[in-house]
């Protein structure tokens, strides 16, 4: 056996060093080097090299991935279908928003269809999962718990009792013995999420890890992870509202930025199959500052008010705040109105929010950020039927959008009339009857 060399770790960064250092020279976060053990004898990808020989593309047989459905549509939306064989799905979100409820309701749906499966829990008692069970009114009596936070125990447990669904509920729990690092370090982590992913793949296990998000909101610090593992999901939410979006961000078996959108409730998450109502403001009148934005998540248009305040600054810098949506690039389209239109708002605050807490980082939102602040500036209320869409380029021109005439049908099957949105989306041919749509070239004109 080769001799176990130390290394150090940026608990930030990922990167390893021979030597320990103050400042990471990768990505020059302060003490944040760790030590932890080489490993000469493993690797973390041996199982897909060990098992596959070189083939021609031609020759390789296409095998469909066998394809578990959770029997929670929205879940199966943002994994792409279902859940995959061999497939390692990684789940990250903050603390008490719902990852240990989803995956128990899955566990518990895939136990009464008679699926073995496996819930391992370094969190909670079994009876603290009996006990949320119970409260979710899942009756599994199959469904197996196992409170383990030792890697070895859980490997070997999950290789002897074949489980073809297995949760790990939290990858930060759990610690190898091989590592000097204490649970939840980037090297125990690293280490003990590659060892499950190889299990994973060479025994067939479909393998849920949940994991913790540090206060910058990434996965366990690095990007280790989400390397290693082939979905990557967050959930995001208000922890005021009772709603919860689960996004795809990285899915080797489906599409990226897929969005699956669940309600709390007394017995566990429900999905919500109508997500637009949500994300509209309640409020019954027309007010000025509020915009309704078709936005594309995945392969679903949804709608979402977009909420402008402008207000006379007394500071010499004034404020530039967006909740749910990009700052820079408010202060990019307020320079793109100022010189385009206008419009300027050096003197003043501008607020910027997406309701319902839902995240938007498509450009097609730039029209309605840009009306709601217009709205709220001159204080006069946009129509309350009406929806927009559009990129705002620097030159001021509007640009397309993909999927337009998706979004507008959208739109129209709310009970929208008006519709402002790119000349270029204007729809050919197809005829929105009840909608009366106004094609914009330029930000002037809008
Ligand atoms: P949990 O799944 O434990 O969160 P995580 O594993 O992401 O940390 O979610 C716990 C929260 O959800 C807790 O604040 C209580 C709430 N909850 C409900 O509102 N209804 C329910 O049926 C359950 C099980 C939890
Ligand atoms: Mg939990």
């Known amino acids: 056996m080769a001799k176990n060399k130390t290394q150090y770790i940026c608990n930030a960064c990922g990167a390893d060093f021979p030597k320990w250092q103050g400042q990471c020279p990768a990505c020059n976060e302060w003490n944040s080097l760790e030590e932890s053990i080489e490993l000469k004898t493993q690797h973390r990808y041996a199982s897909i090299a060990k098992t596959t020989p070189n083939q021609k593309l031609s020759e390789i047989a296409l095998e469909d991935f066998g394809r578990i459905s959770t029997r929670i549509p929205e879940f199966d939306r943002v994994l792409g279908g279902g859940l995959v064989d061999a497939g390692v799905v990684l789940i990250g979100g903050d603390p008490g928003i719902g990852k240990s409820t989803l995956l128990l309701q899955t566990l518990a749906n895939l136990s009464l269809d008679g699926i073995p499966v496996m819930y391992v829990s370094g969190e909670e008692s079994a009876a603290q999962i009996a006990l949320r069970a119970q409260r979710i009114d899942s009756d599994a009596p199959d469904l197996v718990v196992y409170p383990e936070i030792q890697l070895d125990k859980i490997l070997y447990s999950l290789e002897t009792e074949k489980p073809k669904v297995a949760v790990i509920d939290s990858i930060q729990t759990i610690y190898s013995d091989q590592l000097t690092s204490a649970p939840g370090s980037v090297a125990q982590v690293r280490e003990c999420a590659a060892q499950l992913t190889r299990l994973a793949k060479s025994t067939g296990i479909s393998l849920i890890l949940v994991g913790h998000v540090t206060k910058e909101g990434n996965i366990a610090g690095p990007r280790v992870l989400e390397h290693i593992v082939d979905t990557v999901l967050y959930f995001e939410g208000d922890t005021q509202s009772s709603f919860r979006l689960v996004r795809a961000i990285k899915n080797r078996f489906g599409a990226v930025n897929e969005l699956g959108v669940f309600a709390m409730t007394e017995k566990g998450l429900k999905g919500v199959n109508n997500p637009s109502a949500l994300f509209l403001s309640q409020s019954s009148d027309a007010v000025p500052g509020a915009c309704v934005l078709?936005?594309?998540?995945?392969?679903?248009?949804?709608?979402?008010?977009?909420?402008?305040?402008?207000?006379?600054?007394?500071?010499?810098?004034?404020?530039?705040?967006a909740v749910g949506l990009e700052q820079n690039r408010l202060a990019m389209l307020l320079a793109v109105m100022n010189r385009h239109a206008g419009i300027s708002c050096f003197d003043q605050d501008v607020f910027l929010n997406a309701v319902g807490g839902v995240k938007i980082s498509e450009p097609a939102a730039d029209l309605a950020v840009l009306l709601a602040i217009q709205s709220s500036l001159k204080n006069k209320a946009l129509p309350k039927d009406l929806v927009v869409f559009g990129e705002v380029g620097l030159a001021g021109e509007i640009r397309a959008c993909p999927r337009g005439q998706e979004r507008l049908r959208e739109a129209a099957k709310l009970g929208f009339k008006k519709a402002i949105i790119p000349k270029a989306n204007l729809p050919k041919g197809v005829q929105f009857d009840s909608m009366e749509i106004h094609a914009v070239e330029r930000i002037e004109v809008a």
């Open 294 to 321: 078709v936005t594309q998540e995945g392969s679903r248009p949804i709608l979402v008010e977009i909420q402008a305040l402008v207000d006379s600054s007394h500071i010499p810098n004034p404020r530039r705040l």
